[in-house]
C-alpha cells in the first residue's frame, strides 16, 4: 500500500499506529501498556511544552556557591602520577611488575613500574604538591581543590568521554552542560547558555556536548576556536545579503512555518534544536561580535594569557561568563593530545601549552569578583597507569585519577582523597563520575535526585540512580 506521508502526516511509527486500522493499533498498544502498568498520567517529553522562553534564568534547588562553570577538559587523559598525585614509591620500585592485586583486570599487560620523570614541587602556603611541568598553576596552587580519588567503569576513550561529559558510556544521554542550562537557564538571551570551544572535534565528536532527549536548544553551540576572528570562528555570522528587519521577517516566516509543521506531529527534537539554532544565530551575529572579538582586550590582558589556540580559548571563556554564558567548555585540543602512549614527557609540551592561560584564567577570574562564584574544573577522562607502555610511555587507566577544581564554593589549597601509594586505585574518598556530577549540580544549587527529565516512560537524571555530593570539599 504506498501512504501519502505528506497529506496524512505519517512521519513517525506512533502515527502510523495512530492511523491504521481506525486506531486500533494504537488502542492495542494502550491496553499492552495499561496491564503492564506503563502508563502514566506525567507529562511525556513528547507532550512538554516549556511555557516561555526555555532558556530564561530559572531558580535553583536552593542558594547556589557558583553560578557559571568552565570546564578546562584535557582530551586524551593527563597522567595523575606525572601531574597531581605524586607516587614516590614508583621510584623505589622501578622496574619491578606489579603487585598482582593492583593489576587492572581490563589490561592484559600490566607493563613495568615506572617513576615520572618530573619533580613534585610543594607549591603555596597550603603545600599542595603539584607537578614541575606547572610552574605558573602552581603559584595559584592556594586557590585549587584537588580531587586525587577519581575513578570511572572503562579504560578506553569512547565509552570514558561519554561518561565524563553525560554520566553514561554510550552517547545516549545528555551532556552536563545541557543538564546545566536546562536547570537553570542563561543570564545572557543574545548568546548560548552553554558553549563549548574545541579547534576541531575531539574522539567521539558532538554526542560530547550533545542535549539528547531534553530539547534542542540545550545543546551546546560548538566553535571551532583555530582561529579567534569572529568572521572565522563563526560561519557567516553576519549576513552580507540582507539587512537587520529582512532577517527578522525571515526567520519569524520559517517560525511559523516549522510551527505549523511541528504542530502536526510529535515533538521533533531535530527540528526544535534547528529551530533554537537558527534564532540564536541571528541574536549571535550582534552579541558574538563582541565577546569573541578579542581585539578588544587590552595588551596586558593578552600578554597574561599567553599565546596559541588554548590561551585564546581560555581567555575568551572570561569574556562569556563574564557575559552571563552558563558553561563553557574548552576541549585542549583536536583529536586526544594528552593520550601519550609513546612518551610520557610529551605532558610537558602539553603543560607548557596551557599552564599560563589557566594560571590567567584563575588571577583574570578572581580580579573582576568573578572566581568566588564561577567554578573551574581541569581533568580529562581518565589517568594513565603507573606502569610503563613500551620503555617511555603510559597506557590508559580508569581506577584511579586525578582532577582540580577551584572557585565556586570549593576550599581552596584542599587536596580530597587519595590513591594507594603506587596511583593504582583510588582507596580513600573514592570519588566516581556520578559523584563528581553530583558534586558540581549541587554546587549550582541543584539536587541532582530532583533535575530530572521524563522521557520514553521514565525519569532520567545526569546521575542515573547514583551519586554522592562530596561534602568534604565544600567551602
Given at each position: 500500500?504506498?501512504?501519502?506521508?505528506?497529506?496524512?502526516?505519517?512521519?513517525?511509527?506512533?502515527?502510523?499506529?495512530?492511523?491504521?486500522?481506525?486506531?486500533?493499533?494504537?488502542?492495542?498498544?494502550?491496553?499492552?501498556?495499561?496491564?503492564?502498568?506503563?502508563?502514566?498520567?506525567?507529562?511525556?517529553?513528547?507532550?512538554?511544552?516549556?511555557?516561555?522562553?526555555?532558556?530564561?534564568?530559572?531558580?535553583?534547588?536552593?542558594?547556589?556557591?557558583?553560578?557559571?562553570?568552565?570546564?578546562?577538559?584535557?582530551?586524551?587523559?593527563?597522567?595523575?602520577?606525572?601531574?597531581?598525585?605524586?607516587?614516590?614509591?614508583?621510584?623505589?620500585?622501578?622496574?619491578?611488575?606489579?603487585?598482582?592485586?593492583?593489576?587492572?583486570?581490563?589490561?592484559?599487560?600490566?607493563?613495568?613500574?615506572?617513576?615520572?620523570?618530573?619533580?613534585?614541587?610543594?607549591?603555596?602556603?597550603?603545600?599542595?604538591?603539584?607537578?614541575?611541568i606547572f610552574p605558573r598553576l602552581g603559584a595559584v596552587a592556594d586557590e585549587l581543590c584537588v580531587l586525587r580519588s577519581l575513578y570511572t567503569d572503562n579504560p578506553n576513550h569512547e565509552p570514558s568521554l561519554l561518561m565524563?561529559?553525560?554520566?553514561?558510556?554510550?552517547?545516549?544521554?545528555?551532556?552536563?552542560?545541557?543538564?546545566?542550562?536546562?536547570?537553570?537557564?542563561?543570564?545572557?538571551?543574545?548568546?548560548?547558555?552553554?558553549?563549548?570551544?574545541?579547534?576541531?572535534?575531539?574522539?567521539?565528536?558532538?554526542?560530547?556536548?550533545?542535549?539528547?532527549?531534553?530539547?534542542?536548544?540545550?545543546?551546546?553551540?560548538?566553535?571551532?576556536?583555530?582561529?579567534v576572528s569572529p568572521d572565522s570562528m563563526i560561519r557567516d555570522i553576519r549576513n552580507r545579503r540582507i539587512d537587520e528587519k529582512s532577517q527578522r521577517e525571515q526567520l519569524d516566516l520559517i517560525a511559523r512555518l516549522n510551527?505549523?509543521?511541528?504542530?502536526?506531529?510529535?515533538?521533533?527534537?531535530?527540528?526544535?534544536?534547528?529551530?533554537?539554532?537558527?534564532?540564536?544565530?541571528?541574536?549571535?551575529?550582534?552579541?558574538?561580535?563582541?565577546?569573541?572579538?578579542?581585539?578588544?582586550?587590552?595588551?596586558?590582558?593578552?600578554?597574561?594569557?599567553?599565546?596559541?589556540?588554548f590561551a585564546d580559548a581560555c581567555l575568551i571563556a572570561r569574556r562569556l561568563v563574564e557575559r552571563g554564558v552558563r558553561v563553557v567548555q574548552i576541549y585542549y585540543g583536536d583529536g586526544q593530545p594528552w593520550d601519550d602512549?609513546?612518551?610520557?614527557?610529551?605532558?610537558?609540551?602539553?603543560?607548557?601549552?596551557?599552564?599560563?592561560?589557566?594560571?590567567?584564567?584563575?588571577?583574570?577570574?578572581?580580579?573582576?569578583?568573578?572566581?568566588?562564584?564561577?567554578?573551574?574544573?581541569?581533568?580529562?577522562?581518565?589517568?594513565?597507569?603507573?606502569?610503563?607502555?613500551?620503555?617511555?610511555?603510559?597506557?590508559?587507566?580508569?581506577?584511579?585519577?586525578?582532577?582540580?577544581?577551584?572557585?565556586?564554593?570549593?576550599?581552596?589549597?584542599?587536596?580530597?582523597?587519595?590513591?594507594?601509594?603506587?596511583?593504582?586505585?583510588?582507596?580513600?574518598?573514592?570519588?566516581?563520575?556520578?559523584?563528581?556530577?553530583?558534586?558540581?549540580?549541587?554546587?549550582?544549587?541543584?539536587?541532582?535526585?530532583?533535575?530530572?527529565?521524563?522521557?520514553?516512560?521514565?525519569?532520567?537524571?545526569?546521575?542515573?540512580?547514583?551519586?554522592?555530593?562530596?561534602?568534604?570539599?565544600?567551602?
Amino acid at each position: 500500500m504506498n501512504w501519502d506521508r505528506t497529506n496524512r502526516g505519517l512521519s513517525t511509527r506512533r502515527e502510523l499506529l495512530g492511523r491504521i486500522g481506525g486506531g486500533f493499533g494504537a488502542l492495542g498498544m494502550l491496553g499492552a501498556f495499561a496491564e503492564a502498568g506503563l502508563l502514566t498520567t506525567e507529562a511525556t517529553a513528547d507532550e512538554a511544552k516549556l511555557p516561555g522562553d526555555p532558556l530564561a534564568p530559572r531558580p535553583p534547588h536552593f542558594p547556589p556557591k557558583a553560578k557559571r562553570v568552565i570546564f578546562l577538559f584535557m582530551n586524551g587523559g593527563p597522567s595523575h602520577v606525572d601531574t597531581f598525585d605524586p607516587k614516590p614509591a614508583l621510584a623505589r620500585y622501578a622496574g619491578q611488575s606489579p603487585p598482582a592485586g593492583m593489576i587492572d583486570p581490563k589490561r592484559k599487560n600490566a607493563g613495568k613500574l615506572m617513576p615520572s620523570p618530573f619533580r613534585f614541587e610543594k607549591r603555596g602556603e597550603s603545600g599542595i604538591e603539584i607537578g614541575e611541568i606547572f610552574p605558573r598553576l602552581g603559584a595559584v596552587a592556594d586557590e585549587l581543590c584537588v580531587l586525587r580519588s577519581l575513578y570511572t567503569d572503562n579504560p578506553n576513550h569512547e565509552p570514558s568521554l561519554l561518561m565524563m561529559n553525560s554520566g553514561n558510556m554510550q552517547p545516549i544521554r545528555p551532556s552536563l552542560g545541557s543538564w546545566l542550562t536546562f536547570g537553570l537557564g542563561s543570564e545572557n538571551r543574545n548568546l548560548p547558555g552553554f558553549v563549548v570551544l574545541c579547534p576541531g572535534k575531539p574522539v567521539v565528536g558532538p554526542q560530547l556536548w550533545s542535549n539528547s532527549f531534553l530539547p534542542g536548544v540545550y545543546q551546546g553551540t560548538h566553535i571551532n576556536n583555530r582561529n579567534v576572528s569572529p568572521d572565522s570562528m563563526i560561519r557567516d555570522i553576519r549576513n552580507r545579503r540582507i539587512d537587520e528587519k529582512s532577517q527578522r521577517e525571515q526567520l519569524d516566516l520559517i517560525a511559523r512555518l516549522n510551527r505549523s509543521h511541528s504542530d502536526e506531529r510529535d515533538r521533533d527534537e531535530p527540528l526544535e534544536s534547528r529551530i533554537a539554532s537558527l534564532e540564536i544565530a541571528y541574536r549571535m551575529q550582534f552579541a558574538a561580535s563582541d565577546a569573541f572579538d578579542l581585539g578588544r582586550e587590552s595588551k596586558t590582558s593578552r600578554a597574561l594569557y599567553g599565546a596559541g589556540e588554548f590561551a585564546d580559548a581560555c581567555l575568551i571563556a572570561r569574556r562569556l561568563v563574564e557575559r552571563g554564558v552558563r558553561v563553557v567548555q574548552i576541549y585542549y585540543g583536536d583529536g586526544q593530545p594528552w593520550d601519550d602512549h609513546g612518551d610520557i614527557t610529551n605532558h610537558r609540551n602539553h603543560a607548557q601549552k596551557s599552564d599560563q592561560a589557566i594560571a590567567a584564567l584563575l588571577l583574570d577570574l578572581k580580579s573582576r569578583g568573578l572566581l568566588e562564584d564561577t567554578l573551574v574544573l581541569w581533568g580529562g577522562e581518565f589517568g594513565r597507569t603507573p606502569t610503563s607502555e613500551g620503555s617511555k610511555g603510559r597506557d590508559h587507566h580508569s581506577t584511579g585519577f586525578s582532577m582540580w577544581l577551584a572557585g565556586g564554593g570549593v576550599k581552596r589549597g584542599f587536596v580530597y582523597g587519595a590513591t594507594d601509594e603506587l596511583g593504582f586505585k583510588a582507596i580513600e574518598d573514592r570519588m566516581h563520575v556520578h559523584d563528581l556530577h553530583a558534586t558540581i549540580l549541587h554546587l549550582m544549587g541543584l539536587d541532582h535526585t530532583k533535575l530530572t527529565y521524563r522521557y520514553s516512560g521514565r525519569d532520567f537524571r545526569l546521575t542515573d540512580v547514583s551519586g554522592v555530593v562530596a561534602d568534604k570539599i565544600i567551602a
